[in-house]
């Protein structure tokens, strides 16, 4: 491979090094997971390291033979924090690592500077959303400090790329789309069988034969909407008292969710089963999956209620947009708009024709656009296409 440093020969596998500040169950900690262990171990030796903690995404990573380090740097944005940056670049150098990626705006910010401290071959940092994650200060740091550092930007959708493309110190060529990919074989309905799935939510939750269901699976925080679909929910009981609504996962929110599920009189109605591990036989329980954010990059859980070919209701931002085709394979209503969502919600209840119409063309656009394979390719290509920068040892 030309541009090698040199004393490596140019069979050598890349030495990538992911870098995040912790691995808990969410969007992006699920995707580098799936990335890091997935790449061709023939052709890279990867690793991920993370600025504060593990999570229980850091045991599947170990499981799957890739090595996790923690570097515990506590208060990132401290005045010690000069200490933990110095840390990691000794780390990325003796490490003589090619290509550094990473993810979330703390990650973009120490491991470029420590990156090209350490004269690292190429830095890659990511978009995962619309921009909502970063306050000023931390826009400012990026755009004016780390931005002119970087080789590439992936961008997870188009929708991203094009708000990252109007970010100072970026060339449009510099930012990539590379969207999130499914595993079409674990999210796949002949696997989990639907009454396999009413069976179990019976016993768990006393889910009755005659109940429809539905639910959105994410992090409970303001930016994801839930307040907006109990509302809706409020609206589809009047119209459909024979329905459940399950809010999966956990977050800063919850208390206060539960609280106005039972102002809104749905009492027993709506149910919070907390994080779950089996997310595919989850969605295989639903008649009709929902995703009422209010900014979105590309979200997993839409790709997986895809993929289970599910009917979906999603809103009208970011990279939902990107991925779904009104009224052919899901819904797309308007953000805080319970009404709408209600509406939607409903014409798929009352017409499972269309219902499973729109979630058969969701499975087909998925496995047409966005595996898990396809994604894996293209950080491959990626990799091998950045130009290197090389060390001195």
């Known amino acids: 491979m030309s541009g090698d440093r040199p004393g490596r020969p140019s069979t050598s596998r890349l030495r990538v ?39 229980p995404v850091a045991s599947g990573l170990h499981e799957d033979g890739v090595p996790v380090e923690m570097l515990g740097l506590g208060r990132l944005y401290a005045p010690r924090a000069l200490a933990g940056l110095l840390r990691l670049a000794r780390r990325l150098r003796s490490r003589r690592v090619d290509v550094l990626h990473t993810y ?33 200060r931390l826009r400012l740091v990026e755009e004016w400090l780390v931005n002119p550092l970087v080789d590439k930007v992936v961008a997870v959708s188009p929708a991203v790329a094009e708000a990252t493309r109007r970010e100072r110190g970026l060339r449009d060529d510099q930012v990539v789309t590379i969207p999130n990919g499914v595993d079409l074989e674990r999210f796949d309905a002949a696997r989990h069988p639907r009454p396999e799935a009413r069976a179990r939510a019976v016993r768990e939750w006393g889910l009755a034969d005659d109940e429809g269901t539905v639910g959105a699976i994410g992090h409970l925080s303001p930016v994801k909407g839930h307040a907006d679909l109990l509302e809706a929910a409020a609206r589809i009981v009047a119209r459909r008292p024979r329905t459940r609504f399950f809010l999966v996962g956990d977050g800063p929110l919850r208390a206060e969710l539960e609280a106005h599920a039972r102002r809104l009189g749905l009492g027993e109605r ?96 998925v496995e047409r656009e966005f595996s898990r394979k396809r994604m894996v390719e293209a950080h491959e290509a990626l990799y091998r296409g950045l130009p290197r920068r090389g060390v001195s040892t």
């Open 270 to 365: 709506v149910v919070f089963p907390g994080v779950r591990e089996d997310v595919a036989r989850f969605l295989a329980l639903l008649d009709v999956v929902v995703l009422p954010s209010h900014t979105e990059g590309l979200s997993n859980v839409v790709l997986e209620a895809m993929a289970m070919a599910r009917p979906l209701v999603a809103t009208s931002v970011g990279g939902n947009l990107d991925v779904l085709r009104d009224r052919v394979s899901g819904r797309l209503v308007p953000a805080r708009d319970p009404e709408a969502l209600a509406a939607a919600v409903v014409g798929l209840l009352e017409d499972p024709g269309k219902a499973r119409a729109m979630g058969c063309e969701a499975r087909r656009v």
């Open 17 to 55: 090094s992911y870098l995040i500040d912790k691995l808990h169950r969410a969007g992006a900690q699920v995707h580098l997971g799936q990335l890091a262990s997935s790449l061709d171990r023939e052709a890279f030796e990867p690793e991920v390291v993370c600025l504060l903690a593990g999570g």
């Open 104 to 136: 979330l705006v703390s990650a973009n910010v120490y491991g470029t500077l420590a990156g090209r401290l350490a004269g690292v071959g190429a830095v890659v940092t990511s978009r995962r959303d619309m921009g909502f994650s970063r306050n000023l």
